[in-house]
């Protein structure tokens, strides 16, 4: 059902505004950074094109697991009193377990291309770095991976993983870069400070280079073939759906599902549905954050970015979704909420897993808890209890990602022991506070 997509397609020529560029950072720890960003990446990320051709080695590797399978999903519409029907896209089929392959594939791809023979990154639950090593393996190139401590210690086999696929993992805070030595353990800044160590490390190395995970605005313009996939399944089915939900990290699989419906509404192809981004509570960038220029990362020595955000000095509480403990979201995201041209909801980790739970129970599958917050923003819409995001024809939810790794999350639900957790708004402020430099919101003004 369905084929995979020749072509990439952006949102960015369909915005009707330029995303406010990035800043020089005003502080830094350490030394400077070279961006050594390949030039066809650099293209995709300021580029007005629309369609770009997806190089034929990438496309080889997407025809092993793609197109990803979309379904209706009557079970779970019935466990939760749906009044509408559900549509479920599932990208955890591939050896990643996530969508985060999507893009990995393309990068070092790209980075091949360009010359560098060593990559690295940091990874909060770990489907990141397995998707980066798995691509590296595929690609011919080294690959070196900073994960967030908590969750290595968490999920020991995505470590196990990551090294069969030829990778060096190191649990962050490692102690190898500076910036790692400057931190309390315990208080260390999940994602943020794993990304900030993958930074210090590739720009002290020769022939490596930093890739970041899923925020950048070329990463979600290689999301798109899952937005891309289901408009073309959906038509197959017959189907519509005035609401498309996906979870946000730093937002490139929501991205992926949802900018290409945007795409086809602005070409008069079918009618704008909702599209509903769903955050961790304990990370509520879209909710309850600001929009302001800020770092990427803990080390503050990258660009600012114009993004939705809690502050990159947010100590983000433990959590079991760790793909959604991050402090922004990517520009383009952002730029789409400030402007009004999508929505955002939060969820707490007790629901994520229940829906999570329901969802294996009727459906046989196993989302990641991160799909989970998807799965809970989606039940609520489609039950009608979520009175901002109302829709009449269908919901199509991203699962972004299996949670075969994350059965101890699962555990501590049916035993009772999940928690959740809710930043004060104090604390929130706090972490805004030294926040300068806000976007004039005023000046996204959508002109299409
Ligand atoms: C399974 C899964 N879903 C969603 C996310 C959120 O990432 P993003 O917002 O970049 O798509 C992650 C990130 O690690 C993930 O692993």
């Given at each position: ?99 985060k392959y999507n893009t990995a594939l393309a990068q070092a791809y790209y980075y091949k291309q360009a010359g560098v023979r060593e990559l690295v990154t940091g990874t909060g639950a770990g489907q990141w770095g397995t998707a980066l090593a798995a691509a590296c393996a595929q690609f011919g190139l080294a690959c070196t991976v900073f994960m967030v401590g908590s969750s290595l210690r968490k999920k020991p086999y995505r470590g196990v993983l990551m090294r069969m696929l030829g990778a060096e993992v190191h649990a962050s805070p490692s102690g190898l870069t500076d910036i790692s030595r400057q931190v309390v353990a315990d208080q260390a800044n999940g994602l943020s400070l794993a990304l900030g160590e993958a930074v210090q490390y590739a720009a002290a190395r020769e022939g490596v280079a930093f890739s970041s995970g899923s925020g950048e605005t070329y ?230």
């Amino acid at each position: 059902m369905g084929s995979v997509p020749a072509q990439w397609r952006s949102v960015i020529p369909h915005l009707g505004y330029d995303l406010p560029a990035d800043r020089a950072p005003h502080r830094t720890t350490g030394a400077p950074v070279q961006v050594n960003l390949p030039m066809s990446l650099a293209r995709q990320q300021v580029g007005q094109r629309e369609f770009w051709d997806i190089p034929e080695p990438v496309l080889e590797a997407y025809r092993r697991y793609r197109p990803t399978p979309l379904w209706r999903a009557v079970g779970f519409e019935r466990a939760i009193g749906a009044k509408v029907p559900i549509w479920a896209k599932y990208e955890g089929g591939n050896i990643s377990g996530s969508h985060k392959y999507n893009t990995a594939l393309a990068q070092a791809y790209y980075y091949k291309q360009a010359g560098v023979r060593e990559l690295v990154t940091g990874t909060g639950a770990g489907q990141w770095g397995t998707a980066l090593a798995a691509a590296c393996a595929q690609f011919g190139l080294a690959c070196t991976v900073f994960m967030v401590g908590s969750s290595l210690r968490k999920k020991p086999y995505r470590g196990v993983l990551m090294r069969m696929l030829g990778a060096e993992v190191h649990a962050s805070p490692s102690g190898l870069t500076d910036i790692s030595r400057q931190v309390v353990a315990d208080q260390a800044n999940g994602l943020s400070l794993a990304l900030g160590e993958a930074v210090q490390y590739a720009a002290a190395r020769e022939g490596v280079a930093f890739s970041s995970g899923s925020g950048e605005t070329y990463s979600i313009l290689h999301q798109s073939v899952i937005g891309l996939e289901s408009i073309e399944q959906l038509a197959e089915q017959s189907a519509t759906v005035d609401a498309v939900v996906g979870s946000v990290g730093a937002g490139s699989n929501f991205g992926g599902i949802a900018l290409p419906f945007a795409c086809a509404a602005a070409a008069g192809d079918l009618a704008m549905p909702l599209l509903v981004g769903a955050e961790s509570a304990s990370t509520p960038k879209l909710t309850r954050g600001t929009y302001a220029y800020d770092h990427t990362d803990a080390t503050g020595s990258g660009p600012m970015e114009a993004m939705y955000t809690i502050g990159s000095s947010y100590a983000v509480p433990d959590s079991h979704s760790a793909g959604l403990r991050y402090h922004g979201a990517a520009k383009v995201i952002s730029a789409m909420r400030a402007a009004k041209q999508l929505s955002a909801t939060a969820v707490h980790q007790v629901e994520a897993l229940e829906a999570g739970r329901l969802f294996t129970l009727h459906e046989s599958v196993l989302p990641a808890p991160e799909s989970g917050h998807a799965l809970a923003a989606a039940a609520r819409i489609a039950t009608g209890q979520d009175a901002e995001h109302r829709c009449q024809e269908g919901v199509l939810v991203c699962v972004s990602g299996h949670g075969y790794l994350d059965l101890a999350a699962y555990d501590q639900l049916l035993q009772g022991q999940l928690q959740d957790e809710r930043p004060s708004d104090e604390v929130l402020a706090a972490a805004m506070a030294g926040l300068t430099g806000a976007v004039n919101i005023s000046r996204l003004q959508v002109t299409a």
